[in-house]
């Protein structure tokens, strides 16, 4: 494998009700061109994860529109949607153009607005992700799913939600120090207690706000940067992708994520590493069962101790694998089109040594991207470049 990242950048997340969609995506796309010597005109394919433009929006057809915004219409572009791992996967496609020698300089990014169309239609428009025969028409939303994981989880390995809400507090704390944070307020775990609760067991602050926000990565191959005098400091060694069923009901375990675990499988043999290699992950916490299952799927833990490898302060910053040193999706947020290219970005900044989160001498990150509540899965192994 041998995409450079040359340039990583998020705009903040939150409420952007001042910008658009085209707007939003620009401020990333910009930030992270602005990092390398190039212009948009270097640009040789543009490829945009976004889940629900066309639901909430009226706006599909998101690659080319934010290519003409641009203003490099004529390159070939492409909207890619995998829903909550859409960005994530297009990140591959990405590396699989360079990689095939289609291009050499490629923008990949991501962007949702979630804010102005109101919680209802968010609501409705994340169901889109689940199976709607079989889970929206029996009442579920997401919330309602995860929380079906959480009670197998839960009952299958004694964990409590004591422990559940040890993953927020660690990833609210987290988010305080990361400029982007949607939330930077810490909460103590009796505040995430005694929450208003959601879908029992997951309260209010188990899970990830809705959220406007855009992230973009200027890839490029060794080629180009030796010709063209860059040094980019990160490559993308690895990557895996997998699938699962999409209705929860037709899974043998659902305290399980198989298609990450073949995902992270797939992307360490790319890269050549092992679990113990890594060291820092930005893993897809949408819920916090979500990171629990998440830290298993990667193999930092064995299956049942991802609660203890939270509680025992081993996934906190400063511990023996930091997790979400950006707040996670929880602090973060999760603007559903642009999460998985936002973990990248923040890998990058680990690995560049400019975190405001640092890890000391990190030089393997690791990020592990989510569709719906399993049924697809993107994990991409980051190295600093040699």
């Given amino acids: 494998m041998t995409a450079l990242i040359a340039g990583a950048a998020s705009t903040t997340f939150g409420k952007h009700d001042d910008l658009s969609a085209r707007e939003l995506f620009r401020d990333a796309a910009e930030a992270a061109i602005g990092l390398v010597s190039l212009t948009a005109v270097d640009i040789d394919a543009v490829y945009v994860g976004n889940f629900m433009g066309a639901l909430t929006d009226d706006q599909g057809h998101m690659g080319a529109l934010m290519a003409d915004y641009l203003g490099i219409p004529d390159v070939p572009t492409a909207t890619v949607e995998s829903a909550c791992a859409s960005s994530g996967t297009a990140v591959s496609r990405a590396v699989d153009a360079i990689d095939a020698g289609q ?27 689940a199976d709607n025969e079989y889970e929206n028409e029996a009442g579920l939303t997401f919330p309602g799913i995860y929380a079906l994981m959480a009670r197998e989880y839960m009952n299958t390995y004694d964990v409590s939600e004591e422990d559940l809400a040890q993953v927020a507090v660690k990833n609210r704390r987290n988010g305080v120090s990361n400029p982007i944070s949607q939330f930077q307020e810490e909460v103590t775990i009796e505040e995430v207690l005694e929450a208003r609760p959601i879908a029992p067991p997951l309260g209010l602050f188990d899970c990830c706000p809705i959220t406007d926000g855009a992230s973009a990565l200027i890839v490029v191959s060794p080629e180009f940067a030796a010709n063209h005098g860059l040094s980019p400091d990160v490559r ?3 990557r895996g992708q997998a699938g699962d069923t999409l209705a929860l009901q037709d899974r043998e375990d659902m305290g399980r994520t198989r298609a990450a675990e073949r995902a992270a499988e797939r992307a360490y043999t790319a890269a050549g590493i092992v679990p113990e290699d890594i060291d820092v992950c930005e893993v897809h916490d949408c819920f916090t069962i979500a990171e629990l299952l998440a830290v298993e799927s990667l193999g930092l833990c064995e299956r049942g101790e991802g609660a203890t490898l939270t509680t025992t302060g081993e996934t906190a910053k400063e511990g023996r694998i ?18 998985g290219v936002a973990q990248l970005v923040e890998i990058v900044k680990q690995l560049e040594g400019r975190h405001p989160n640092q890890v000391p001498d990190s030089a393997i990150g690791v990020t592990h991207n989510v569709g719906g509540s399993g049924a697809s899965a993107v994990v991409h192994v980051l190295e600093v470049a040699g």
């Fill in 236 to 238: 993308i060694a690895g």
């Fill in 103 to 129: 291009a050499d300089v490629v923008l990949v990014g991501g962007v949702e607005m979630m804010y102005a169309t109101g919680i209802a239609v968010i609501t409705d428009a994340l169901a889109n992700a």
């Fill in 322 to 339: 930091p997790v979400n040193t950006s707040g996670g999706l929880i602090a973060k947020g999760h603007p559903v089109g642009a999460t």
